[in-house]
């Protein structure tokens, strides 16, 4: 029952100055009406579709990827699990979950479930109030960005063994900033496969036992959309 469940709010707020991917729409927050003036409250919005908190689906990175308007709504209500990869993260910007690790992750916590979205928490939301440190730019001599992310290995194992269908995690992207050739997107982005990104307060979540609730953007045509991620955990007494 609802009464006995605790909501975990795992999405950043939109505002200007966030971190964003280099070269997207930079979010921005034009006010149009005020109550003062006109009676009501009203904001134009312009961002792009992968900023902030949000869900990439397989047309991010296929042409006849299944966009945002196809996606079944089914599958924005799945079950969820957390690997916590905050202390490995914390002395290698450059690391991968790998298929090893998730092992280690289900001897202590059992099978992951078949269509169920794995989150992964590298600790890199902490980083979130200042962009270039969020992105990894805060070295001037390393050009390549730099933050935590899936491995290629551990891709393929979670969809071809495991059955799962979402990816999610607290960076902004699924592949490690190191990889330039966004090798786990192109390999995972297909069917009803996708991922979250920008993720927040995954540290405020158990290993299992969560219900991930996804208010996607319904756009036509989308590649993706900004989210509202919720996540539902049985309230402890």
Excluded: Q
Aim: aromatic share 8%; glycine share 10%.
């Amino acid at each position: 029952m609802m009464h006995d469940m605790t909501i975990i709010d795992l999405t950043h707020a939109i505002a200007p100055g966030i971190p964003c991917w280099p070269g997207d729409p930079e979010p921005e927050i034009t006010r149009v009406a005020t109550i003062d003036r006109d009676g009501y409250l009203l904001n134009r919005l312009t961002m792009g579709e992968h900023t902030g908190t949000h869900i990439g689906f397989a047309a991010h990175f296929s042409a006849d990827g299944m966009s945002a308007d196809a996606f079944p709504v089914s599958s924005l209500l799945l079950p969820g699990v957390m690997i916590d990869v905050r202390r490995e993260c914390a002395t290698d910007h450059d690391y991968m979950l790998s298929r090893d690790r998730i092992a280690i992750w289900e001897d202590a916590n059992g099978k992951i479930p078949e269509r169920s979205v794995v989150m992964m928490n590298s600790g890199w939301s902490g980083r979130w109030g200042d962009p270039d440190a969020y992105l990894g730019r805060d070295d001037p001599a390393v050009p390549a960005m730099r933050f935590p992310g899936f491995g290629l290995d551990a891709a393929r194992y979670l969809a071809e063994e495991r059955g799962v269908i979402g990816l999610g995690i607290d960076t902004h992207g699924i592949d490690a900033g190191i990889d330039a050739a966004f090798s786990v997107n192109a390999y995972w982005l297909r069917g009803e496969r996708f991922h979250l990104e920008n993720l927040t307060s995954l540290d405020a979540l158990p290993a299992t036992g969560i219900t991930l609730i996804i208010g996607a953007l319904n756009i036509a045509g989308g590649s993706g959309a900004p989210a509202r991620v919720l996540a539902l955990v049985k309230s402890v007494e």
